[in-house]
């Protein structure tokens, strides 16, 4: 392997530029030329390539979003779009490439790799849901930003003695809601597994507040509900306890990587590199129980998410005792 391009596709994370990073200076540390491809799939299509050799990678290590810019693009699904784009790897002699995203950047990895690419995939989500790793790139940075925003949130609910209905992403995978919920101690974790009406949020707030509590934060998985301002106006009604609705929308994105995000960014960028210099493709990296794992794509995408109904049950508990 001579030369090896990455990219970064689907919603950004905090983690994607330690991972491009590591990915870059790996490659030139073992003699690989490493190419940066600019806005996803969509950059690749469009011939968005250049070399990394002269590019100083190091000053983007702290730095939250992606410096190589994201896109979104259905168009990929194209076999003609796929062609061209194979093309303009083969155009520059590339014969590999580290794609990191969610599970449609895996989807367009794994078509790739059938092609004749040789593809390495990363988990780069806030969301947590590639479930080929026990944490994506950008879900422990995410998971903090909401820990702050909910203590912030906790304060003046607090000082005015309310309620707070706050929404937070996850495209359908709980843990930012379920774990953010553990460590601000919400009374209320919502996510799609331990759904309940606005109706009875509204129950249990009013039955918290009868118990002395004096603020009150129910965390909401997004796509539950509609509109969290019309939640909040039931609850307000049903517990007779001033609420606010908010949802923490793309806040939740961005920021300065953590310290376990950079490293494990860092260990998974090297691993890619690691396999790609062994000739591998169609693997995706992950960290499973403290080791950096790699598992055939298609593999990856079946393999079923954790069911934490039990767990949301006992946080709900705790938090609610
Ligand atoms: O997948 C990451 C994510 O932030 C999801 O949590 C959310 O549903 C979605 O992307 C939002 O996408 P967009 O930035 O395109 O509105």
Do not use: W
Request: glycine letters at 10%; charged letters at 25%; hydrophobic letters at 40%.
């Amino acid at each position: 392997i001579k030369k090896i391009a990455i990219l970064t596709s689907g919603g950004d994370a905090p983690g994607m530029n330690p991972a491009i990073r590591a990915v870059v200076k790996d490659a030139l540390a073992k003699n690989i030329e490493p190419f940066l491809v600019y806005e996803g799939y969509k950059g690749l299509h469009e011939g968005k390539i250049e070399s990394a050799k002269n590019i100083n990678v190091d000053k983007y290590i702290n730095r939250g979003g992606t410096f190589i810019f994201s896109a979104r693009y259905p168009a990929f699904k194209d076999p003609a779009v796929r062609q061209e784009a194979k093309e303009q790897l083969d155009k520059l002699g590339i014969d590999a490439l580290v794609v990191i995203g969610g599970d449609g950047s895996y989807h367009g990895a794994q078509l790739l790799h059938e092609m004749g690419v040789k593809t390495i995939a990363l988990p780069g989500t806030i969301d947590n849901d590639i479930t080929s790793s026990d944490f994506t790139i950008g879900y422990d940075t995410a998971l903090n930003t909401i820990i702050e925003n909910i203590d912030r949130i906790r304060d003046t609910m607090e000082s005015h003695s309310r309620a707070a209905i706050v929404e937070v992403m996850g495209h359908g995978c709980g843990d930012l809601a379920l774990y953010s919920g553990l460590a601000t101690g919400a009374e209320v974790i919502v996510t799609n597994e331990c759904k309940i009406s606005p109706e009875e949020i509204g129950r249990i707030v009013k039955e918290q507040t009868e118990k002395g509590k004096n603020s009150i934060i129910v965390i909401v998985s997004e796509h539950i509900y509609e509109n969290i301002h019309d939640v909040a106006k039931i609850v307000e009604k049903i517990s007779g306890k001033g609420t606010r609705g908010m949802a923490l929308e793309h806040l939740q994105r961005g920021g300065i990587p953590t310290a376990a995000e950079r490293i494990n960014s860092a260990r998974m960028g090297m691993k890619a590199v690691e396999l790609i210099s062994e000739g591998k493709s169609g693997l995706a990296i992950g960290i499973i129980k403290g080791a950096t794992v790699a598992t055939p794509i298609l593999e990856a995408l079946k393999i079923p998410r954790t069911d934490r109904t039990e767990k949301t049950k006992k946080f709900n508990k705790l938090n609610q005792a």
